[in-house]
Structure formats: structure tokens, C-alpha cells
């Protein structure tokens, strides 16, 4: 571990870069956005079911494929919600349903497994050769966790969302429009946290390493700045190049794996940043007992 309390943020920046780069970002994000593909369908489902517990699933529905439309358009935002549709399970019989909620459990955790072994190749850490079964089954149920918090965040989203739509409502018409800036800050301040949350959570739990909390805060928000960035910034491209449109019919499909591929080459700068930061101002990463080293 080095340490430097004189190390400045724009050295830090700069190793960060040059880690992010030997590390082959492009073959790894392009890796998991082909994984992505396939675990769309199975994690939106759990996602709108575990939201759609407390709050009604129309309006998560609604939510999740008006955020997918800002930033892709309506064509991608229709494919992903037939996918979703065809992925449904309904009217089966009793083999065929537990068949298929284990598909759909496996598929939606695959996109997190993914991640994983794409964070463990960023923080320099592998596999035991030992290790057995019950650390894949480990690494499915924690995965699962997180879809399952994707979920509550996602509520609490909605929640809040609602509630400023109102607080917004009231005081244009009763004070002054003046207060809409006011509205907008909130709006981006409660993405940011609740984005901030999910990178802190994906960084602690999927890789098979520990780091402090300071460390993955610090990473976690830095990353959520840069992914909260990268969103608008995509959907200008999307909507201003169209990058789908010389591809016909898998114009939509095009798209999601070029948004899966942009965002997880964010996240990995991010995870690259909190790496860099843990190991000037941390105590680094260290790797579980399911793992070992492979570089300093």
C-alpha cells in the first residue's frame, strides 16, 4: 500500500486512468453487457415485484421504462418492456413454475456475477483454486440481495419523487415558480444519494475483498457523479447520433448493449478510483478468505 497524505485529487485521477486502461475496460464491459442481455428481463421482474409490494407495480413498471426511455428512446424502452411481458410467469403448471422462477432467479443474477468477476480483476484479486459450490451459491444469494435492494431504492424513489412532485406543485401555485431550480436540485440531489447508495452496496458486497467504508463511500460517490454525468451525456448521443439506426431491426438491442457497455466502463473507472484512493489513504484491498492477490 502506499500512502500519501500529500497526494493531490488530479494524481489521483491520473493513476486511476492509467490502472482503468491496463485493465482492458472495453473487453470487460462489452462481457457484461452481453450478460446484461439476457439478465434484463428476469431483474426488472424482481425489481417491479419487490417495489410493486409496497407501491403499485404499474407505476414502478411505468417508472423503470420512462428512465429507459429518456435515455435510449421509445423503440429500446418498447423492446425492453415486451421482454419483460414474454419473461413473465403465469398460468403455469406446478413443475413448469418452479422451473421457471429458478430460471429466473439464475438469469437475474447473472448480470451481478458478471460484475463480480470484473471488480475482482480491477482490485487485483482472484479465486482460490479451493474454492468450491457454496461460494457460487454464496455469490447467487448475494447478488440476489442486491436486486432485492435495487427494489427498496427504487421505492424509496418513487416515494420521494412523489413528494417533491407535490412539495412542487404547491409552491408554484401558491409562492412563486421561482422555487422550480430549488425542485430540480432535489430532484438530482435524491439520484445522486440514492445512486451513491448502490455503488457503496455493489462496491462491499460483490467483490471478494474488504475495504473500509470510508474507502467505498468516497469511491461510491465519485462514481455516482461521473454515472449521474455519463446518463445525461448518453442520452444526448442516443437521441442526437442514434447509433441503432444502421443496425434495422436490432437497432433496440444495439442500443441496450452500447448502454450496458458505456455505463459499466463508468462503474469500472469508479471501482478503479476507489481502489487507487483506498490504497493511498487506506488500508487498500484486502482479499477474503475465498480469494488471493495477483498484484500490488
Not at 243 to 250: D, E, L, R, V
Amino acid at each position: 500500500m502506499v500512502s500519501s497524505q500529500n497526494t493531490s485529487w488530479w494524481e489521483l485521477v491520473k493513476k486511476t486512468y492509467a490502472n482503468w486502461m491496463l485493465n482492458d475496460p472495453f473487453q470487460m464491459s462489452a462481457a457484461v453487457s452481453y450478460y446484461a442481455l439476457f439478465s434484463f428481463p428476469a431483474l426488472l421482474i424482481i425489481v417491479i415485484q419487490t417495489a410493486g409490494v409496497f407501491y403499485d407495480r404499474a407505476t414502478v413498471k411505468g417508472k423503470i421504462i420512462d428512465e429507459i426511455k429518456k435515455i435510449l428512446g421509445p423503440d429500446s424502452a418498447d423492446t425492453i418492456e415486451m421482454l419483460i411481458k414474454n419473461a413473465i410467469i403465469e398460468d403455469q403448471t406446478n413443475l413448469a413454475l418452479l422451473i421457471g422462477l429458478g430460471t429466473l432467479l439464475y438469469g437475474a443474477t447473472g448480470l451481478f456475477v458478471s460484475l463480480q468477476k470484473a471488480l475482482n480483476t480491477i482490485w487485483g484479486i482472484r479465486l482460490k483454486p479451493s474454492t468450491g459450490v457454496f461460494k457460487m451459491i454464496l455469490d447467487r444469494i448475494f447478488s440476489l440481495g442486491l436486486i432485492i435492494v435495487i427494489g427498496f431504492l427504487l421505492l424509496i424513489s418513487l416515494i420521494l419523487t412523489a413528494l417533491i412532485a407535490a412539495v412542487s406543485e404547491w409552491l408554484t401555485s401558491n409562492i412563486s415558480e421561482v422555487f422550480i431550480v430549488i425542485i430540480h436540485l432535489m430532484n438530482f440531489l435524491l439520484s445522486l444519494g440514492l445512486v451513491t447508495v448502490l455503488f457503496a452496496l455493489i462496491f462491499k458486497v460483490l467483490p471478494d475483498a474488504k475495504i473500509t467504508w470510508r474507502s467505498v463511500w468516497i469511491g461510491a460517490f465519485v462514481t455516482s457523479l461521473f454515472f449521474t454525468i455519463g446518463k445525461s451525456l448518453l442520452g444526448v448521443y442516443f437521441s442526437t447520433m442514434d447509433p441503432g439506426s444502421t443496425f434495422g431491426a436490432a437497432g433496440s438491442i444495439v442500443l441496450i448493449l452500447l448502454w450496458v457497455s458505456y455505463s459499466c466502463l463508468i462503474l469500472f473507472f469508479g471501482a478503479e478510483f476507489t481502489q487507487v484512493y483506498a490504497s493511498h489513504f487506506g488500508k487498500g484491498v484486502i482479499p477474503t478468505s475465498y480469494a488471493k492477490k495477483i498484484k500490488d
